[in-house]
């Protein structure tokens, strides 16, 4: 149950809303009236917000408080005995007999108090309220309003559409004066630009803008009609105006035209129509490599920043990440969507988006591969415009894997491989260069040695194309460091070479030399040699056991000596000294690469075979010339252009008058210099307002012609240079002259 100070309370603020809609009303009367006089909806806001202002300052609701209240509802309910205010005061500090009186008001006060009435004038404000907007109703539905519009800022003289008669002839009955002019522009909701109205004729908006015209004169026209690029559109008569409305999606020039009520035909001035584009976002990714490359046993993380920007507003932005796994035939691709980590805002011109990615996390492998790029969409409708960042790279390095071996026959992709191999051996010996100060020396030590481990297995891959025997096999174990008791190993023994016959070493049988083969040749002498010897390809040779030709071996037993400077130092814990080796060894296998590609065969001309009986006969009777006859004349460009302007040099000499068939050829030239026009609106538009006027007119006068012959001679481009020879036809006379002039000048 409330207390007698919550009710009185509650009467306050139940009073100062009433003043407030007071105010309210006041107000969106006043506007909604100016609104319907002017139609100008930013005076309306105008008059609201000065109309609120000034009730606000003479109602001044916040000066009702508690007091007031009190001594206006003692005022009205005789029942309280004047006594209310004790319903303000703690018990505590009231007597007995003033708690008695303060329990009679709250029961007095919570009788009354809904039959008493807050001292306003909210009905006979309502019936003002209602009664302006009325009034400004039926002002404007019986055209009372229209006399107002001439209180609107005047057009300048400069903008005002000025009408030509069409034809040179006297007029009938005088020309209908325009008296107003306005031009509507409401931009695509998704820019957010409010629609606007100009008396400017010249159009300049976003694509997909919908653009509205709108003409009055001060007496009656048969017809009205827009003109552009060739095509004419009729304008509706709407309460006494001509209007056209159209959606801008090209660049362009119109015009508008219109017939009087006898027949004239009368043209205005040409006016341009710029249509702006709305442009891709644009992303941009500071700070963020474009190869990121990670060892196993670290942190595997990408932080970036990414800035987006729009012209009028981003609607989405995401990153497309695709994860390679498997080399050859076998490789898999799994693409996901990553969101950024703080929500895109849609709407906002600018985002500055933040995002970590985890290849842990991604469920990538040792040599896994990862790639990424940032897509972004603006507010565009009905389709987005959609802008990609670079792609960006990842990987987890898989130091290990030396690609296929050569089992059988030629693997497809082997060099690749290889050369991938010694590159990351490189880098990651310039990476431990210079991390010389930064980590320990033991940490140091082990990784030269294990970068020489990979150094040597690299040299033993290469060296099995040279026909060389394996060293055996790779075992974890060679990382050991070095100065370790190598009779401590053992040396590794063969299961089976006591049951095998080692034609390469050094036994009772290898040793027969070849001496005896020397003394059998000799004592054979003369004796034949294999015919097939020189034809066939002996696998046995170790010399002609490999994948290339002599001079590729010869590079590849250079390349497999520099690696072993290259494993020699990195063992010795001297990378820098290793790194120059290390380049020397990829640029000899960069150039192997290059020779050992493989081409296709190029199949040549197989000619006819040659009858012999006709050999040499000198026959030729059969023998034809072939003959091509081909037309390389250049098409003209601006071809009525270029006639246009001899033209007019007739006409303006007076040697002729305008025809039909002249009349046709100065209309295809505007068309000529319209798609010039186009790309140059302020360049081109005067001439070729002044071209649609002659090709209309039946005698334009000598003045105008001139001018046109101006302008499409500074429209044309010049002529290409010919080359040539010139001729010169200078006498003794003529030079004498010149001398002269010289002299005397």
Same mark, same amino acid.
């Given at each position: 149950?409330?207390?007698?100070?919550?009710?009185?309370?509650?009467?306050?603020?139940?009073?100062?809303?009433?003043?407030?809609?007071?105010?309210?009303?006041?107000?969106?009367?006043?506007?909604?009236?100016?609104?319907?006089?002017?139609?100008?909806?930013?005076?309306?806001?105008?008059?609201?917000?000065?109309?609120?202002?000034?009730?606000?300052?003479?109602?001044?609701?916040?000066?009702?408080?508690?007091?007031?209240?009190?001594?206006?509802?003692?005022?009205?309910?005789?029942?309280?005995?004047?006594?209310?205010?004790?319903?303000?005061?703690?018990?505590?500090?009231?007597?007995?007999?003033?708690?008695?009186?303060?329990?009679?008001?709250?029961?007095?006060?919570?009788?009354?108090?809904?039959?008493?009435?807050?001292?306003?004038?909210l009905l006979r404000v309502a019936i003002i309220s209602g009664s302006l907007i009325l009034l400004g109703f039926l002002l404007y539905q019986f055209g009372v309003t229209d006399q107002f519009k001439s209180s609107q800022p005047s057009v300048e003289q400069e903008e005002i559409i000025v009408f030509k008669p069409a034809d040179s002839t006297?007029?009938?009955?005088?020309?209908?004066?325009?008296?107003?002019?306005?031009?509507?522009?409401?931009?695509?909701?998704?820019?957010?630009?409010?629609?606007?109205?100009?008396?400017?004729?010249?159009?300049?908006?976003?694509?997909?803008?919908?653009?509205?015209?709108?003409?009055?004169?001060?007496?009656?026209?048969?017809?009205?009609?827009?003109?552009?690029?060739?095509?004419?559109?009729?304008?509706?008569?709407?309460?006494?105006?001509?209007?056209?409305?159209?959606?801008?999606?090209?660049?362009?020039?119109?015009?508008?035209?219109?017939?009087?009520?006898?027949?004239?035909?009368?043209?205005?001035?040409?006016?341009?129509?710029?249509?702006?584009?709305?442009?891709?976002?644009?992303?941009?990714?500071?700070?963020?490599?474009?190869?990121?490359?990670?060892?196993?046993?670290?942190?595997?993380?990408?932080?970036?920043?990414?800035?987006?920007?729009?012209?009028?507003?981003?609607?989405?932005?995401?990153?497309?990440?695709?994860?390679?796994?498997?080399?050859?035939?076998?490789?898999?691709?799994?693409?996901?969507?990553?969101?950024?980590?703080?929500?895109?805002?849609?709407?906002?011109?600018?985002?500055?988006?933040?995002?970590?990615?985890?290849?842990?996390?991604?469920?990538?492998?040792?040599?896994?591969?990862?790639?990424?790029?940032?897509?972004?969409?603006?507010?565009?409708?009905?389709?987005?415009?959609?802008?990609?960042?670079?792609?960006?790279?990842? /990987?987890?390095? #898989?130091?290990? @894997?030396?690609? &296929?071996?050569? +089992? !059988?026959?030629?693997?497809? *992709?082997?060099?690749?491989?290889?050369?991938?191999?010694?590159?990351?051996?490189?880098?990651?010996?310039?990476?431990?260069?210079?991390?010389?100060?930064?980590?320990?020396?033991?940490?140091?030590?082990?990784?030269?040695?294990?970068?020489?481990?990979?150094?040597?297995?690299?040299?033993?891959?290469?060296?099995?194309?040279?026909?060389?025997?394996?060293?055996?096999?790779?075992?974890?174990?060679?990382?050991?460091?070095?100065?370790?008791?190598?009779?401590?190993?053992?040396?590794?023994?063969?299961?089976?070479?006591?049951?095998?016959?080692?034609?390469?070493?050094?036994?009772?049988?290898?040793? /027969?030399?070849? #001496?005896?083969? @020397?003394?059998? &040749?000799?004592? +054979? !002498?003369?004796?034949?040699? *294999?015919?097939?010897?020189?034809?066939?390809?002996?696998?046995?040779?170790?010399?002609?056991?490999?994948?290339?030709?002599?001079?590729?071996?010869?590079?590849?037993?250079?390349?497999?000596?520099?690696?072993?400077?290259?494993?020699?130092?990195?063992?010795?814990?001297?990378?820098?000294?290793?790194?120059?080796?290390?380049?020397?060894?990829?640029?000899?296998?960069?150039?192997?690469?290059?020779?050992?590609?493989?081409?296709?065969?190029?199949?040549?001309?197989?000619?006819?075979?040659?009858?012999?009986?006709?050999?040499?006969?000198?026959?030729?009777?059969?023998?034809?010339?072939?003959?091509?006859?081909?037309?390389?004349?250049?098409?003209?460009?601006?071809?009525?252009?270029?006639?246009?302007?001899?033209?007019?040099?007739?006409?303006?000499?007076?040697?002729?008058?305008?025809?039909?068939?002249?009349?046709?050829?100065?209309?295809?030239?505007?068309?000529?210099?319209?798609?010039?026009?186009?790309?140059?609106?302020?360049?081109?538009?005067?001439?070729?307002?002044?071209?649609?006027?002659?090709?209309?007119?039946?005698?334009?006068?000598?003045?105008?012609?001139?001018?046109?012959?101006?302008?499409?001679?500074?429209?044309?481009?010049?002529?290409?240079?010919?080359?040539?020879?010139?001729?010169?036809?200078?006498?003794?006379?003529?030079?004498?002259?010149?001398?002269?002039?010289?002299?005397?000048?």
């Open positions: 149950m409330k207390t007698g100070r919550e009710k009185l309370v509650g009467f306050q603020k139940r009073w100062q809303l009433m003043l407030y809609a007071e105010i309210f009303l006041y107000a969106i009367g006043a506007a909604v009236l100016i609104a319907f006089l002017f139609q100008n909806i930013i005076l309306s806001i105008a008059i609201f917000m000065l109309v609120a202002a000034v009730f606000t300052l003479t109602l001044r609701p916040w000066e009702v408080t508690l007091e007031r209240v009190i001594t206006f509802v003692d005022r009205e309910v005789d029942a309280l005995e004047y006594s209310s205010g004790l319903l303000l005061l703690p018990q505590a500090q009231l007597s007995g007999l003033a708690q008695l009186q303060q329990q009679r008001v709250a029961g007095q006060l919570e009788e009354q108090i809904k039959t008493v009435q807050p001292e306003t004038n006297a007029a009938k009955i005088p020309q209908p004066k325009l008296v107003s002019q306005k031009v509507t522009i409401t931009y695509p909701a998704y820019t957010g630009i409010a629609a606007f109205t100009t008396n400017k004729m010249d159009i300049e908006a976003v694509e997909g803008s919908r653009i509205t015209w709108q003409i009055r004169f001060d007496a009656e026209v048969d017809s009205a009609q827009m003109e552009s690029m060739g095509t004419r559109y009729p304008m509706e008569l709407n309460e006494k105006a001509y209007s056209r409305t159209s959606v801008l999606n090209n660049s362009g020039f119109y015009n508008f035209r219109f017939k009087d009520t006898a027949g004239g035909s009368y043209v205005s001035d040409l006016y341009s129509i710029e249509v702006t584009k709305d442009r891709d976002p644009v992303i941009e990714v500071p700070d963020l490599k474009q190869f990121n490359s990670f060892n196993f046993d670290e942190d595997k993380n990408i932080s970036f920043h990414s800035i987006i920007t729009d012209d009028f507003g981003i609607a989405d932005a995401y990153i497309i990440a695709t994860v390679s796994k498997g080399t050859g035939e076998s490789v898999k691709f799994r693409e996901e969507k990553l969101d950024f980590e703080s929500g895109v805002q849609r709407g906002s011109k600018k985002l500055e988006l933040s995002k970590g990615i985890n290849l842990d996390n991604m469920k990538m492998e040792p040599g896994d591969e990862l790639y990424f790029y940032i897509e972004a969409r603006d507010l565009k409708e009905p389709q987005a415009n959609v802008a990609r960042s670079e792609t960006y790279f990842a /990987v987890i390095k #898989d130091t290990l @894997d030396y690609g &296929e071996g050569v +089992e !059988g026959t030629m693997g497809v *992709d082997l060099m690749p491989a290889y050369f991938r191999s010694q590159r990351q051996l490189i880098i990651d010996t310039e990476e431990l260069i210079s991390q010389r100060n930064k980590v320990p020396k033991d940490v140091f030590n082990t990784t030269s040695n294990n970068l020489g481990f990979d150094q040597k297995a690299l040299r033993i891959k290469y060296g099995e194309f040279m026909g060389d025997e394996s060293e055996g096999s790779m075992d974890v174990s060679d990382r050991e460091m070095p100065g370790a008791d190598e009779d401590e190993k053992g040396e590794e023994q063969d299961p089976l070479a006591e049951f095998t016959h080692d034609h390469d070493g050094d036994n009772e049988h290898n040793l /027969v030399v070849q #001496d005896d083969h @020397d003394h059998e &040749e000799e004592e +054979e !002498g003369s004796e034949a040699k *294999d015919p097939l010897a020189e034809f066939l390809h002996d696998h046995g040779d170790p010399e002609s056991s490999t994948l290339f030709t002599d001079n590729l071996k010869s590079k590849l037993r250079q390349a497999l000596s520099i690696m072993w400077d290259a494993e020699l130092h990195l063992r010795l814990y001297e990378p820098e000294k290793s790194l120059p080796y290390q380049y020397q060894a990829l640029a000899l296998i960069q150039e192997i690469k290059n020779s050992a590609r493989i081409y296709v065969h190029r199949i040549g001309y197989d000619p006819a075979p040659i009858k012999e009986e006709v050999r040499l006969t000198g026959n030729i009777d059969e023998v034809f010339n072939v003959q091509k006859t081909e037309d390389l004349e250049e098409e003209s460009k601006y071809a009525f252009m270029r006639r246009s302007v001899l033209r007019l040099e007739e006409l303006i000499s007076g040697e002729s008058k305008i025809t039909a068939e002249d009349r046709k050829i100065f209309e295809q030239a505007g068309n000529e210099l319209a798609e010039q026009a186009i790309e140059e609106p302020g360049k081109h538009l005067s001439t070729l307002q002044q071209i649609k006027w002659v090709s209309e007119e039946r005698q334009p006068e000598r003045e105008t012609l001139i001018e046109v012959q101006k302008g499409l001679l500074k429209a044309l481009p010049k002529p290409d240079a010919s080359p040539g020879k010139g001729e010169n036809y200078t006498g003794e006379i003529n030079k004498l002259f010149l001398k002269e002039l010289e002299l005397n000048d």
